[in-house]
């Protein structure tokens, strides 16, 4: 069973900003969204689909089909209660047993769903299978910076202000138990290398590799070079600028 399909983790998952605002409540979508191609008359995979919002958003720009699996039902039932068109079909299907139909999409993409899967070359050759040469594969993950520890959470001072982010055990890939929502979330931790070495030795082209920051705190790092406390900013969105929490990756395949 799927871990967000625990009543009590689900309650919690949809109380967050990006369950109930969609991509518009989605920190890293203002970046993600240009690494996305025309959409167009194109064929389109969503591994991990969650509520649906991509794969509406791919229905608006024009896709001729989207196909959106995901291992939970609740998700899958949310997806079509309230993302639903005629071109998008979805499946409940863990990424690792779905059929992957020879050279049948344009467009594979995934958000923030792939480090809940043990190997990333399996997911890869399986993309590389389903994807039409010069197609595309844009995705979200957690940031090895981010999964290293496994504790998901800041060292905190005497006062509960985040302290450092801790990094530990960074080459050391695996398993890894979060605290996510008041759970303890199986999640898998893989480094840097692997995302781009196994990309790379599966025949795609990276084209863009982004750590996303909220939009417009970015501008104002580059600005004050990171030197001094960030102006007009709730404090927690000044610790998002302190560490890596995703990376974005987008890349061609050449078969």
């Known amino acids: 069973m799927s871990q967000y399909d625990n009543p009590d983790f689900f309650a919690s998952y949809k109380l967050m900003k990006r369950s109930q605002d969609g991509l518009a409540g989605a920190g890293e979508w203002h970046e993600l969204k240009n690494m996305i191609p025309d959409l167009n008359g194109k064929r389109l995979l969503d591994l991990g689909c969650g509520y649906g919002w991509h794969c509406i958003y791919a229905a608006q720009q024009g896709a001729s089909k989207v196909v959106g699996i995901d291992l939970s039902q609740k998700m899958i039932q949310q997806a079509q209660e309230t993302n639903n068109a005629p071109v998008i079909d979805y499946e409940c299907c863990g990424i690792e047993q779905y059929s992957y139909p020879k050279d049948t999409f344009d467009v594979v993409i995934s958000s923030l769903a792939f480090h809940y899967i043990a190997s990333f070359s399996d997911i890869c050759a399986n993309v590389k299978q389903t994807l039409v040469n010069g197609g595309d594969f844009v995705f979200s993950v957690e940031h090895p910076v981010f999964t290293a520890h496994g504790s998901g959470d800041w060292i905190y ?99």
Do not use: Q
Request: with cysteine; glycine share 8%; net charge negative.
């Open 157 to 255: 001072d005497e006062n509960g202000k985040p302290k450092y982010w801790p990094v530990d055990r960074y080459s050391m890939e695996g398993e890894r138990h979060p605290n996510f929502l008041g759970h303890d979330i199986k999640k898998y931790h893989k480094t840097l290398a692997t995302y781009v070495n196994t990309l790379i030795n599966h025949g795609f082209t990276l084209t863009k590799f982004v750590e996303p920051l909220p939009e417009g705190l970015k501008e104002i790092c580059t600005l004050n070079n990171g030197s001094e406390p960030l102006p007009d900013l709730p404090e927690a969105m000044y610790d998002e600028g302190r560490r890596p929490m995703m990376l974005l990756i987008s890349a061609k395949l050449t078969k």
